[in-house]
T-cell receptor, first 112, second 113 residues
Framework: AQSVTQLDSQVPVFEEAPVELRCNYSSSVSVYLFWYVQYPNQGLQLLLKYLSGSTLVKGINGFEAEFNKSQTSFHLRKPSVHISDTAEYFCAVSEDTDKLIFGTGTRLQVFP | DTAVSQTPKYLVTQMGNDKSIKCEQNLGHDTMYWYKQDSKKFLKIMFSYNNKELIINETVPNRFSPKSPDKAHLNLHINSLELGDSAVYFC????????????FGDGTRLSIL
């Protein structure tokens, strides 16, 4: 069965510093992987996705993620964060994209 | 233009009441979903419809009944509301069952008194 683990419930970071949000998944078959962002009082927005091909995926707002099959990971990175990146970030996995399984989220708090 | 819109945005009601949440998407998508996000931000799928047909029906009490009058609308009706139903409910849509990720509405915050 699929599952997603986001090890860090909160990540505090100063503005302009790099950040990595960790995501590990378990699945017995090939998967599709997603990162979503949720700003306060809003729905989720897709940041990026991995379906196949290059393991380094670039998304919106300067975010990127790397799919590592051997480590079953899909960590999200940004080289320099802004105050406006403060939000909840969700990793999700799907084996057929009809049913996304979400992680428990990581709260990114960017301080000035 | 709002792609996926839900109404109402906030819903405060008492235990035992019946309420509905409406969702409409103007993206021309074939598949629509309802998700529940609890107080700890955990997000779980409840239902999925493709062209008005029920595709996914997770372990949800039968007090929850989705209705899709056409492929642009997916409403959620909840009978006999309970305290544990308090959550944020998100509607979402996607155009392709196999690859298209989902577009979400802004959510309906349901509070049961």
């Amino acid at each position: 069965a699929q599952s997603v683990t986001q090890l860090d419930s909160q990540v505090p970071v100063f503005e302009e510093a790099p950040v990595e949000l960790r995501c590990n998944y378990s699945s017995s078959v090939s998967v599709y992987l997603f990162w979503y962002v949720q700003y306060p009082n809003q729905g989720l927005q897709l940041l990026l996705k991995y379906l196949s091909g290059s393991t380094l995926v670039k998304g919106i707002n300067g975010f990127e993620a790397e799919f590592n099959k051997s480590q079953t990971s899909f960590h999200l990175r940004k080289p320099s964060v802004h105050i406006s990146d403060t939000a909840e970030y969700f990793c999700a996995v799907s084996e057929d994209t009809d049913k996304l399984i979400f992680g428990t989220g990581t709260r990114l708090q960017v301080f000035p | 233009d709002t792609a996926v819109s839900q109404t109402p945005k906030y819903l405060v009601t008492q235990m035992g009441n019946d309420k509905s949440i409406k969702c409409e998407q103007n993206l021309g998508h074939d598949t629509m979903y309802w998700y529940k996000q609890d107080s700890k931000k955990f997000l779980k799928i409840m239902f999925s419809y493709n062209n008005k047909e029920l595709i996914i029906n997770e372990t949800v009490p039968n007090r929850f009944s989705p209705k899709s009058p056409d492929k642009a609308h997916l409403n959620l009706h909840i009978n006999s509301l309970e305290l544990g139903d308090s959550a944020v409910y998100f509607c979402a849509s996607s155009s392709d069952r196999t690859l298209e990720p989902q577009h979400f509405g802004d959510g309906t915050r349901l509070s049961i008194l």
